[in-house]
């Protein structure tokens, strides 16, 4: 399959069903043979949902009237010869004529005319177009409306920098496993390889690479050397002061990376515990481990529910990793500005207090909770965390030191690309005997 025809298949299912990225990509690699002709589809669908509401807007200024929900492909289509027209180098004429060829392979000629004559329209009128959209920031700004105007409460001075940073492509990002290399003698090791990285900043463990590469053919990764996480998840381990003996918990714990992690730093403690509530996502996370020759028991269970699971011993040491609006991640998974609505985020904060709540009741007096998300909203963050201490006496805060990301009045942020890290929050919590 063309890469083109392939990304009309890929965003249509994303637009009109909902499904997420993630699932769909190995089903558009298993369909285009060629790896320039997979990079080119994958580009495709991450520019389209990176600025969708932008070309959006500009596609309906050029409609004469919207089309009909059963013609979702119709749209799809003139949203990709848009990305291509606005963000890629590709001739404008190639990219009508091989935008307008879509109607066919979507089995709908008769809409040849209509994408021809957008697409040609907006070519005519590009610049006057593109001042009009833009007069409105959120669409300039390529985010959903209920997502910009959060932004920018949460974060007045930053906003802007915010979604401009969501809207960039994420460097790719290693995690040296150290029990088996050295980051220093594999990146020497990969540069014979002709794979380019550097030391990822205030981590121990990471690399981040000159620019993305084939996961399986990085040197050492079938052998258990590296893992691909992002340098602000590989804060996390550090941040539990792990030491031999502890009983150790990962709640939330798939797909992995940082459990295994948590064991790659400390491998001398008593007992590491991985819960998750899908058995198939803990497979994920027995993938990774066995991988990197690592051992965790993994439980089945809700970490909000520990009645169906705890054995009754306390933790030393708890990682909740929490659920979150994952809005520290857009420039990882665009799609989170389509699949996420505003209701989902008072959602989401019932279940983090409920997660907190069920956590504290496991840990020993004396532990650490690491309470984490991928969130840079702060109902989920430090208003979560700063009401949760309010609320629990035994509760105290250990202050985050450290270079990286920002110091809040409770716990520490990192906003995206800061560092050329995701956006994260971290808080420390330690239960008073």
Known sequence: MKPRAAAVQVLTQVLGQGRSLSSL?????????????????????????RFLPRLESCASRHLRRPLKARDRDIHVILLLGLYQLIYLRTPDHAAVSETVALTRSAGKPWARGLVNAVLRGFLREREKTLAEVDRDEAIALAHPRWLFEMLRADWPEEYRTIAEANNRQPPMVLRVNRLRVERSVWLQR?????VEGSAAPFTESGVVLRRPWD?????????????VQDAAAQMAAGLLELRPGQRVLDA?????????????RE???????????????????????????????LVEGDARDPASWWDG?????????????ATGVIRRHPDIKVLRRAD??????????????????????GGILLYATCSVLKRENVQQV???????????????????????????????????MDGFYYACLRKEC
């Not at 089903?27 to 002709?37: H, N, S």
């Not at 996370?285 to 028991?297: D, I, K, M, S, T």
């Not at 306390?314 to 990682?319: A, S």
């Not at 201490?389 to 202050?399: K, T």
């Open 25 to 49: 990509l190995p089903e558009l690699q298993e369909q285009i043979a060629q790896p320039a002709d997979r990079a080119f589809a994958q580009q495709l669908c991450f520019g389209v949902l």
């Open 190 to 194: 990969a540069r014979v390889a002709g």
């Open 215 to 227: 996961v399986a053919a990085l040197p050492g990764f079938s052998e258990g050397e590296v893992s």
């Open 252 to 264: 939330c714990a798939a797909p992995g990376g940082k459990t295994a992690h948590i064991a790659e």
């Open 267 to 297: 491998p001398r403690l008593a007992e590491l515990v991985a819960v998750d509530v899908e058995w198939k996502r803990l497979r994920r996370v027995e993938e990774n481990l066995r991988r990197l020759g690592l051992r965790a028991h």
């Open 313 to 325: 011993k306390p933790f030393d040491r708890i990682l909740l990793d929490a659920p979150c609006s």
């Open 344 to 365: 989902d985020i008072s959602e989401v904060v019932v279940k983090q207090q409920q997660l907190l709540e069920s956590m504290w009741s496991l840990l020993n007096p």
């Open 386 to 420: 700063a009401d949760f201490i309010e609320n629990h006496p035994d509760a105290r805060e250990l202050p985050i030191a450290g270079e990286w990301g920002r110091g809040m009045s409770v716990g520490r942020q990192v906003l995206p690309d800061e560092h050329q």
